[in-house]
């Protein structure tokens, strides 16, 4: 069972920054990458739609015989993992945005969400928001747009940067001093945001400690892979095949379109 692959699913290329952090720290570790690019943005679904999208992606991890997977998406997390913790047996590891850190960090005591309307709206999001920011002023904000044009190939448009613009300024109004990228898609805006927002504003995201959780996950499972020999990287998609390479940066990757 251990060295069978990680399974990891986004409604697109956004999990891919996941996958990253996952690789750097667990590169024994086979993975299984599952970009449901055609059906993006899960963003503006409702919580029934993104539910029945996550089982689908679930059911194909599960069947390429995943040990444990990865919902490397904020707005599949916030609406459906609990159902999926309910119907499957294997692990599951999760992403929200990472209010915590931010309201530790915070001096203005004013940070900014930057996430889908799906996340946002979700009972878990108030949940977790509710917790750390009773001394806070939370500036939320749909990021609109944002993952239509990555999944298009448009990361470094003008029109990605005007909208951008946009989102950012009540924040900046607001004197934030941390800005929470709360949807996967976000982690490849950061060298725009950097040029966009003052210096001393962090830019946070949940990529590294997604990855710390999956490690002591396995751990705990008993599920690292200990056999050195096995190890594969696999990456299937729905949509672009250019998108996801250009983004992978990775001279040698398995990648596959997949009809889904
Ligand atoms: N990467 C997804 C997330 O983390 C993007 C959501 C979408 O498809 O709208 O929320």
């Known amino acids: 069972m251990s060295s069978k692959p990680i399974g990891i699913f986004d409604s697109g290329v956004g999990g891919l920054s996941i996958w990253n952090e996952i690789h750097q720290l667990l590169p024994m570790e086979s993975t299984i ?29 599960i069947n390429q015989g995943c040990k444990l997977i990865v919902v490397a998406c904020n707005t599949a997390t916030t609406n459906a993992i609990d159902i999926l913790r309910e119907k499957y047996a294997i692990p599951f590891i999760g992403i929200e945005p990472a209010i915590k850190p931010a309201a530790i960090q915070s001096k203005s005591k004013a940070i900014g969400i930057l996430a889908t309307k799906g996340t946002l709206s979700s009972r878990l999001f108030h949940k977790t928001s509710q917790l750390y920011s009773s001394d806070l002023l939370v500036v939320e904000q749909i990021g609109n747009g944002i993952v239509e044009l990555i999944e298009n190939g448009a990361l470094y448009s003008n029109e990605m940067k005007h909208l951008l613009q946009n989102y950012l300024e009540p924040m900046l109004e607001a004197e934030i001093d941390c800005l929470v990228l709360g949807c996967t898609h976000y982690h490849f805006l950061t060298p725009i945001l950097k040029e966009l927002l003052p210096e001393h504003v962090k830019i946070i995201d949940s990529g590294k400690a997604v990855a710390r959780q999956t490690m002591s996950v396995l751990e705990k499972n008993m599920l690292l892979n200990e056999k050195t020999t096995v190890k594969t990287n696999r990456f299937y998609t729905n949509g672009k095949e250019k998108v996801i390479a250009s983004l992978l940066k990775l001279e040698a990757v398995s990648l596959q379109k997949l009809e889904f």
């Open 33 to 61: 990458y599952l970009s449901d690019s055609k059906h993006a943005p899960y963003g503006p679904k409702g919580q029934e739609v993104i539910t029945n999208l996550s089982i689908k992606n679930t059911e194909w991890l």
